[in-house]
């Protein structure tokens, strides 16, 4: 793999493995008992200057770019799921107002997102507008220099940590998704309250907790990008740049699953050998490893169009995302059948890792309306084939 990466690449990959050795492995246990937020991390993150990575230099970023991003997501999941997810949720969240945002916009945000000050949620899904993004309820009303904003979203990753949400909600229900446009809302803002937290599977370390907006004033220069009616472009835009992180999170779970396993196989003996010796065992290993190497290629490729700004850059994203998040529960599972009944107790840690990798396959859009993104893409591609043969 290390030929195929840059020096570049390389540097940002052994910061990130250093934190997750030194920070995040020795806490993640106790985080995912606890539910408590790591902090500790982040700080550690903020020190090493590994937050807001993706973000523009003239930002205050290091411009890294969607594969960085993708590599450093990787390296800690691959020691926490959920440390993977509280890292890479600041980028979901950002990315709107890099993709849309005006320019003061990005001035006012940006640069403390790159710093690590701010961290920040995406507030899109609803308790009825899940993989239906465009039927949300929420609605921004416009007032002589504001917008009010009445409605109540789900499953906002990041909730209680962050201090920034980029918000999407509806100005002109008739138009359907031309009529929604992306907010961006501060902590402490009135009308803006933090509800009920969810008690997850998995990721517990991040808290996931349902936002509401009642009656909530947000000015007039918190519309994204300062036109109505371009939310939802806002909104698919951000899941295109962040799915190779989902896919990247997916790919450092199936790894650091994978060397578990590994280790045990090869320390626990029945029938008077270590059970590595069994070619039922080998065989599943190599299968592991292959759909893990096979993942990892994919991920970095998405990620490399997206920064390449491709034209089958949101195909291949959709790609990456459904076939890491795949891989990462089919070698979790397998990994926890290598250590038997051990594999089914939490004294051992890798009954955590298959936790983790389920949501991998639900959030930032299930697996099946990425095999719809797709499919869509390929009849496309096909159809624009059969015009320039004519």
């Known amino acids: 793999m290390a030929e195929i990466l840059t020096p570049a690449n390389l540097e940002w990959r052994e910061k990130a493995r250093y934190i997750a050795e030194q920070y995040v492995r020795p806490v993640a246990a106790d985080l995912d008992r606890t539910g408590e937020y790591p902090w500790s991390v982040i700080e550690a993150l903020r020190e090493n200057g590994l937050m807001g990575i993706w973000i523009p230099k003239e930002y205050g970023g290091h411009d890294a770019g969607i594969l960085n991003l993708c590599i450093v997501v990787e390296e800690l999941s691959r020691a926490c799921g959920g440390m993977g997810v509280a ?84 100005t002109n229900p008739e138009r359907g998704t031309r009529g929604v446009s992306g907010f961006l809302v501060e902590k402490g803002w009135e009308g803006f309250t933090i509800g009920k937290r969810e008690d997850l599977m998995g990721i517990r370390c991040v808290p996931v907790h349902e936002t509401h907006f009642h009656n909530c004033r947000v000015p007039e220069d918190a519309l994204l990008g300062g036109k109505e009616g371009h939310g939802f472009k806002h909104a698919m835009m951000t899941l295109d740049h962040a799915r190779p992180g989902v896919a990247a999170q997916a790919v450092g779970l199936a790894q650091g699953a994978y060397e578990l396993a590994m280790d045990y196989v090869r320390q626990r003996e029945q029938f008077g050998q270590p059970i590595v010796a069994n070619q039922a065992i080998q065989f599943m290993l190599a299968d592991m490893a292959t759909q893990i190497e096979a993942a990892r290629q994919l991920v970095y490729t998405a990620a490399r169009a997206l920064d390449a700004k491709t034209k089958d850059m949101s195909k291949l994203a959709a790609m ?71």
């Open 320 to 390: 990456a995302k459904v076939f890491a998040t795949d891989t990462a529960m089919r070698v979790t599972t397998d990994a926890v059948q290598l250590f038997g009944g051990y594999g089914y107790c939490r004294d051992y840690p890798i009954e955590k890792y298959m936790r983790d990798a389920k949501i991998t396959q639900i959030y930032e859009g299930t697996n099946q309306i990425q095999r719809v993104v797709i499919s869509r893409a390929l009849v496309r591609e096909a159809a624009a084939n059969d015009k320039k043969s004519d």
């Open 87 to 170: 890292y890479a949720v600041n980028a979901l969240g950002s990315f709107p107002v890099l993709l849309g945002g005006t320019e003061a916009q990005k001035e006012k945000y940006l640069h403390k997102v790159a710093s690590g000050e701010t961290l920040v949620a995406f507030c899109l899904s609803e308790i009825t507008a899940g993989s239906d993004a465009g039927s949300l309820k929420a609605r921004a009303t416009k007032t002589e220099d504001s917008y009010v904003i009445q409605g109540d979203k789900k499953w906002t990753t990041n909730a209680n940590a962050a201090t920034l949400y980029s918000v999407f909600a509806t």
